[in-house]
């Protein structure tokens, strides 16, 4: 293809000025050389690259990810992101535990051939460049992170527990299955986090995504899985994260509630995260107040599996079912 022709071919799928001089990368390596501008030509596809995804944590754009391409699909002008191989790895601390966290891009590619047509879950092929690397063609979802939908509900706590969240605790039920399934699989996710699970526009299915990083915590596969499903249903539950540097703020209105806290009410992951929600909003159900105590510091008995833990949160999701509505 002439540069003339390619050219043209960018601008018939990008309003936006194309450089008089495009580079074509076959090898992805040095994915920090790849610009704004630049093209990837991979397994006969080619793509353009408009510039890098941002890490979103939290609900604020934080550092570009390098080895993160947003791109046009020159074959139909559609929008994907690309996923480059970047290797890195450090360790979590989970109580007196030191996990070693890892990417691993072959990983993430077996996911995304062993979701193949599941909408829970992101959906993408792996390519391979002329060096082999892998490239995952991921289809990107529109629509906002469960972070920003949760902390985005205006509207006080009571009300939201009572109006809102039952809805919420529907999708994210499915969502928690996802995982399960993906454990019966012989796979983790290993990044489980409230910007890693995508709300689609336009059908309402709670996705997620990111299937890249992995772990090693010999004689708990599914530990850090587990605690990541157990910090999104706590940040669901309280409208958000409840820490004791908030708890103990002039301002906060659980000051009552503060002689009454104990270590073992806080999490054992994050130990400044409050996770007996009960004792600062005392209408929460017991049933789903008790799977939270799971994940506590003063928990006797952690969940070993995603089916243990949904049939506990299968129990306290029926007694929403029985839920008296709230009345004025």
């Given at each position: 293809m002439s540069l003339s022709h390619l050219r043209d071919l960018i601008q018939c799928h990008t309003p936006f000025s194309v450089p008089e001089n495009i580079r074509i990368h076959t090898d992805t390596t040095q994915f920090?050389?790849?610009?704004?501008?630049?093209?990837?030509?991979?397994?006969?596809?080619?793509?353009?690259?408009?510039?890098?995804?941002?890490?979103g944590r939290f609900g604020l754009d934080g550092e570009p990810k390098f080895w993160v391409k947003r791109v046009v699909d020159l074959h139909d002008g559609s929008v994907k992101i690309l996923k480059l191989a970047f290797f890195e790895s450090f360790f979590m601390h989970l109580g007196e535990e030191r996990i070693r966290c890892f990417?691993?891009?072959?990983?993430?590619?077996?996911?995304?051939?062993?979701?193949?047509?599941?909408?829970?879950?992101?959906?993408?092929?792996?390519?391979?460049?002329e060096a082999h690397n892998p490239v995952r063609v991921?289809?990107?979802?529109?629509?906002?992170?469960?972070?920003?939908?949760?902390?985005?509900?205006?509207?006080?706590?009571?009300?939201?527990?009572y109006e809102v969240f039952p809805g919420i605790l529907t999708?994210?039920?499915?969502?928690?299955?996802?995982?399960?399934?993906?454990?019966?699989?012989?796979?983790?996710?290993?990044?489980?986090?409230?910007d890693h699970l995508i709300v689609e526009h336009t059908t309402g299915r709670y996705r997620w995504i990111d299937f890249d990083y992995t772990y090693e915590w010999p004689g708990q596969p599914h530990g850090v899985?587990?605690?990541?499903?157990?910090?999104i249903l706590l940040f669901a539950a309280g409208k958000g994260f409840h820490t004791l540097h908030d708890l103990k703020s002039?301002?906060?209105?659980?000051q009552a509630a503060l002689p009454t806290l104990r270590e073992e009410d806080f999490s054992l992951f994050i130990p400044n995260r409050l996770m007996n929600l009960k004792k600062i909003f005392p209408y929460?159900?017991?049933?789903?107040?008790?799977?939270?105590?799971?994940?506590a510091a003063g928990a006797d008995v952690?969940?070993?599996?995603?089916?243990?833990?949904?049939?506990?949160?299968?129990i306290a999701f029926r007694s929403f079912l029985w839920e008296v509505p709230h009345g004025p």
């Open positions: 920090m050389d790849i610009k704004a501008g630049d093209c990837i030509a991979v397994q006969n596809r080619l793509f353009y690259v408009k510039g890098e995804e941002f890490e990417r691993s891009p072959h990983k993430e590619s077996r996911i995304l051939e062993r979701t193949t047509s599941d909408t829970r879950f992101m959906q993408g092929v792996t390519l391979y460049d991921i289809e990107r979802i529109a629509g906002p992170t469960f972070y920003d939908l949760v902390h985005n509900v205006p509207m006080d706590h009571e009300t939201y527990y999708h994210l039920m499915k969502a928690f299955y996802a995982i399960k399934d993906l454990h019966q699989m012989g796979e983790i996710h290993g990044d489980i986090r409230n899985d587990l605690f990541g499903l157990g910090n002039p301002r906060s209105p659980f929460l159900r017991e049933t789903l107040n008790k799977v939270l105590m799971h994940f952690f969940y070993e599996s995603a089916q243990e833990f949904m049939e506990d949160l299968e």
